[in-house]
C-alpha cells in the first residue's frame, strides 16, 4: 500500500495577482472549533461579519454577507439573482475579467450587449454612458480591477449614469477590495462582489457581495422559499424565480438575516478566516491599507524601471495592486518565473489570452505586500535575469526601491 507523508506544502513568497500569502492570525483562526451553524455564538459572528463588511464595502446597505465559494461564486450569484431572462444586459469588456461577465450573462439568458477596449487601457466613462443611453440595458456589468491587463476602470461617472437610466450596477471589486478605495454608496454602485484571496489575504473560498434596496426589491420579484422549508401558502414573485438554488441570493439573504431560514450548511472554518481577516483590515485602516499598497507599488516600479524593464499598459489606468512588465525580448517569460520558484522560492504570475508570453503579472496585495518581499522579488529578477543572458545594470532594481522606502520613512 502507498505511504503518504505528513503534509507539508513550501513556504512561498507569493508574488501574484492572488491567492497570495494568508497573515497567520488568519490561518490560526481557521483552527479554531467549529460551531453549529445556528448556535448564537456562531449568528454573533455571521452579525459581526456583515458589520464588517458593510465598513469594508463603504456602504450602508442593509445586505453584506459572504456568499461560500471562490470569487466567481460571488460574481454568479449576483449575476443570476439580478439578470432576469431576456433582460438587457450591457457589459464593457477590458480583459479576460470582463468576458467572464458576458459569458454568465449570456448563460443568465440576457440579452447581451457589449462594447470593448484594447487590452492595456480602460474605458473614459462617456464611452460607457453613452452605450448605457443608446442599449438602455436594465443591468451593466463590470469590472473594477482587472487582473488580467492591471487596470483600474473609474466607476463614479457609470454609476451616476446608470441610476438616472434606471439600470442596476454590477461591480466585480474582486481585485480591489481592501487594496485599493471601493465605494459602494459614493458611487452608486448596486451590487459589488469582492475576492478574498487578493488584498484581504484570506484563502480562497468565500466571496463578500453587497447590494442596495434597488437590488433587493429585483430579488424580491423573484423570491423563492424551498418547498420543504414553506410553513403554509407560498406565493411566487411576478417574475422568474432564480435559475440556481445554491446562488439564490433571494434565499441566501433569508439565512443572513435574523429569520436564519436554513439553506446551505455555513463553511464555519472559512467565516472564521473572514472574519479574522476583515479584523485585521479594519485594525490597519482602511485608507491606511491603501496607502501602504500605494507605497510598495512606488517602490516595485521604481525597481522594475531602474532595471530597464518597460511596464505594461496606459500608465493612466495602472491598478496599484497588479503591476504587468513586458518580458524582454528572447527572454522565456516561463523559463524565467520556474527559476524565481524553484531557487528563490518566489511566484510570479503569467498572463492570460493575447498576452500569453508577452507579460508578467506581479501582485503586491495584502499579506504578501510588504518591503522584504518586494525587495526580495526585485533582486531575485535581477539575479534571475542576468542568469538567463539579459544585460541589465546590476544593483540598481535594489536600490531603486530602497530610495523609495528611505524617502517614505514616517
Ligand atoms: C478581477 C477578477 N474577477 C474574478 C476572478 C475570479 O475569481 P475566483 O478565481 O476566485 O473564482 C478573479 C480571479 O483571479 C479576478 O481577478
Known sequence: MKRYEDLSPSLRCIMTPGPVEVDPRVLRAMSFPVLGQFDPEFTDIMNETMGMLRELFATNNKWAFPVDGTSRSGIEAV?????????????PIYGRFGHLLHEIAERCGAEVYTIEKAWGSVFAPEEVISAIQSFKPDVVAIVHGETSTGRVQPLAEIGRACREQGA?????????????????????????????????????GMAPVTYNERAEAKLLKRKQVERGLRTGEFEAGELPPVRSNYFDLSMLQDYWSPQRLNHHTEMTSMLYALREGLRLVLEEGIQARHARHALHEEALTAGLTAMGLELYGDPQSKLTVVTCVQIPEGIDGESVRSMLLNRFGIEIASSFGPLKGQIWRIGTMGFSCRENNVLRVLGALEATLLRHGHPLPAGLGVQAALDVYEANVR
Open 79 to 91: 449575476m443570476v439573482s439580478l439578470i432576469a431572462p431576456g433582460d438587457r444586459v450591457l457589459i
Open 168 to 204: 442596476l450596477l454590477i461591480v466585480d471589486a474582486v481585485a480591489t477590495i481592501g487594496g485599493v478605495p471601493v465605494e459602494t454608496d459614493a458611487w452608486m454602485l448596486d451590487a459589488v462582489i469582492g475576492g478574498t484571496q487578493k488584498c484581504l489575504s484570506i484563502p480562497s
